[in-house]
C-alpha cells in the first residue's frame, strides 16, 4: 500500500534543494552503467554516427534514471528506506512526494522513448522491440506484485540489459548489425554492472532483510556476496584477451591498466560502491578506446 503523500509534500524543499533532490534520485553513481555500455558498444562498431550515439546514450540513461526513481519510490511503499546504511532516498526521506515521482518515473521513460523512436526511424522498427522489453523488464525491476529485483534476479536484469543489450545494441545503432567483437564486449562490461548492483545489495543487506526485501545478498548471505563481487570484478579482466582475440587486435587489452583500480575496489571498504563505479566507467573507457583502434 502506498504511503501518503501529504508529509512528503509538505516537507519538500523548493529551488536548488529539490534540483538537487532529484539528482540524487536519480543515484549518479549507478548510471555508469549505461554510459559504459554505450561508450563499448559504439566503439566496437566500424562506423560511428554521432546523432545515433547521442541518441542511444540518452536511451540508456533515462531508463536507468526511471529504474532508480521507480525503485526510491518501491522502497519506500515497503519501508526499506527505514534503515538503510547507505543514502538516503527521495521519497522515504521526504524530499520528494509520491506524486511527483510517479511523474519523474513517467517523465524519465518519456524521454527514453522520445530519443528511442527517432533512432527507430533511423534504424529500424526492431528497435521498437528491444526498447519495449527494456521498458517492461525495467517497470518490473521494483515494480508489480512480485518485483524481481526483490526476487534475488536483480543481477541478472542488469547483467542482461546493461551489458549484454545495452552494449550490443550500442554497435547495431551505429552499423545495424551485431558483430563477435561487440558480444564479448558485452560481458564485462555486464559483469562490471552487475558488480555494482551487488556492492549496493551487500551494504543494504540488513536493511532489505529487515523489509522483506530478499535480494541475491540477502538470499546468499554477505561472504557468498563478496566472494560474488569479487568474480563479477576479475572476470571483466579475465575476459578482456577474449575481446582481444575476437578483435583480432591486442588494442582491448589497454583496459588492464584499471587493474590497479579494481584491487582497491575488492577492499569492499565504506566507498566500495563509488569505486566500483569508477572502476567501470574508466574500465569502458580504455576498453572503447582499444576498440577503436580496430575499428
Known amino acids: 500500500m502506498w504511503k501518503s503523500g501529504a508529509r512528503t509534500s509538505s516537507s519538500s524543499p523548493a529551488g536548488p534543494r529539490r534540483v538537487n533532490a532529484w539528482v540524487e534520485a536519480a543515484r549518479p553513481k549507478t548510471l555508469v552503467a549505461a554510459v559504459a555500455a554505450v561508450l563499448v558498444g559504439t566503439a566496437a562498431a566500424d562506423l560511428f554516427l554521432w546523432d545515433r550515439f547521442a541518441l542511444t546514450l540518452v536511451v540508456a540513461v533515462a531508463l536507468q534514471v526511471a529504474v532508480n526513481f521507480a525503485n526510491d519510490l518501491s522502497d519506500a511503499a515497503r519501508g526499506v528506506d527505514t534503515l538503510r546504511r547507505g543514502p538516503r532516498r527521495a521519497v522515504s526521506s521526504g524530499l520528494i512526494s509520491e506524486g511527483s515521482m510517479k511523474v519523474g518515473i513517467v517523465s524519465a521513460f518519456g524521454v527514453a522513448c522520445a530519443a528511442g523512436l527517432v533512432l527507430v ?14 521498458i517492461i523488464a525495467a517497470l518490473a525491476y521494483s515494480g508489480g506484485p512480485r518485483p524481481y529485483a526483490s526476487e534475488g534476479l536483480g543481477e541478472i536484469f542488469v547483467f542482461v540489459f546493461f551489458g549484454l543489450v545495452a552494449t550490443a545494441g550500442s554497435a547495431y545503432v551505429q552499423e545495424e548489425q551485431v558483430s ?3 558480444l564479448a564486449a558485452a560481458v564485462p562490461v555486464g559483469l562490471l554492472a552487475s558488480a555494482i548492483l551487488v556492492v549496493n545489495n551487500l551494504r543494504d543487506i540488513d536493511s532489505d532483510a529487515a523489509a522483506g526485501k530478499r535480494t541475491l545478498a540477502v538470499r546468499v548471505g554477505g561472504r557468498a556476496t563478496r566472494g560474488l563481487y569479487r568474480k563479477l570484478v576479475l572476470g571483466a579482466f579475465a575476459l578482456l584477451p577474449v575481446v582481444a582475440g575476437a ?3 591486442i588494442g582491448p587489452l589497454v583496459a588492464f591498466v584499471t587493474l590497479p583500480l579494481g584491487l582497491r575496489a575488492l577492499r569492499l571498504g565504506d566507498d566500495a560502491l563509488a569505486r566500483t563505479a569508477r572502476l567501470e566507467l574508466v574500465f569502458a573507457i580504455l576498453l572503447a578506446a582499444g576498440l577503436g583502434l580496430v575499428t
Open 180 to 182: 563477435i567483437v561487440a
Open 121 to 134: 526511424f533511423q534504424v529500424g522498427p526492431e528497435l521498437a522491440v528491444l526498447g519495449g522489453a527494456s
Open 247 to 249: 578483435s583480432m587486435s
